[in-house]
């Protein structure tokens, strides 16, 4: 039995995957802590985690090539199943971020401004990519300086971007409404 009068026994450590507060560093997960993300539609939560290092920003990237319309990549909150349709649509940015270590992924519009919101001065400045897709010309884009996020950014353009990663944490039941599912 573990207790604290018995040296010999060690005592219970605390889980490692208990979360330090938004914007601080995780050490167990190597990277800053952004919060708990939640997509409505389907009901899934997750951690995001900003991780850090250089190899996870990149600094003068397209989007995919300009009036390439992708099938999907449209979620607000999904930058993982976003990232994935960007993937499958070929795009080099994706292929990028996919190629690092540990499930990376373009953050969406939702995790884009988390990250504004908790982790403002770990981003560089400029405008950064976003997984949201608006149109078959431009995507969402996030400028860190004052949290403005724009629609009028050609996908051929070259901006930052960063990778992020998850852990799924919980999948609620969506909410119905009265004569029909949410």
């Not at 991780?51 to 600094?59: L, M, T, V």
Request: proline residues 8%.
């Amino acid at each position: 039995m573990q207790t604290p009068d018995n040296p010999a026994t060690p005592l219970a450590t605390q889980a490692t995957n208990t979360p330090p507060a938004p914007g601080q560093y995780w050490p167990e997960q190597a990277g800053w802590y952004i919060g708990i993300i939640c997509n409505p539609i389907n009901g899934q939560a997750w951690h995001l985690i900003q991780p850090d290092g250089d190899e996870f920003a990149f600094s003068s990237t397209a989007w995919c090539k300009e009036g390439q319309l992708v099938d999907g990549a449209i979620s607000i909150y999904d930058g993982h199943a976003n990232t994935l349709d960007m993937l499958a649509a070929k795009s080099p940015l994706a292929k990028k971020i996919r190629a690092l270590p540990g499930d990376c992924y373009l953050p969406s519009r939702a995790e884009a401004l988390a990250m504004f919101a908790t982790a403002k001065a770990k981003q560089a400045p400029g405008w950064h990519w976003t997984s949201t897709q608006d149109s078959d010309n431009n995507a969402w884009s996030q400028y860190f300086r004052n949290g403005y996020q724009g629609n009028n950014v050609y996908k051929g353009a070259k901006a930052r971007a960063r990778a992020v990663r998850r852990l799924v944490i919980q999948s609620f039941s969506p909410l119905s409404v009265e004569g029909g599912a949410a």
